[in-house]
């Protein structure tokens, strides 16, 4: 049963030369590494614009306080969940895949095959 798991999760590997793909695996990572820094700057945005109006409440006198609406914790949550918390898990998605790609790198010397995996190869096509 284990086996059968562990088989599951192993993704179809395709060995290619390594001088073939070495230039397409560095644009690769140069690619997933400028969608990581997309990301950082939305959650960074989502960061500011959630501080100024937090500020912004702060500011204002107790009586308009009492009579303007604040948001409910659990929307503040929710929002936090959904810009702050899923884009910074893709982020580690994002960072494990280049890790993996530079040891695909680091162990693979000219001439030999590097063992890719689908989602690469469906990259470099």
Known sequence: MEEALSNEKRLPVKKKKFADIYTFLE???AKREQQIAEIMQVVERFEKKRLAE???YQSVSPLRRIFSAKKPDQRVALEYVHHVKKPLEQVKRLRAE???VRAMLRKSQ???PVELTDDIER???
């Open 27 to 29: 644009a690769y990572i």
């Open 98 to 100: 280049i890790e993996e």
């Open 123 to 125: 990259e470099l096509l």
């Open 110 to 112: 000219a001439g030999e």
């Open 54 to 56: 937090e500020r912004s």
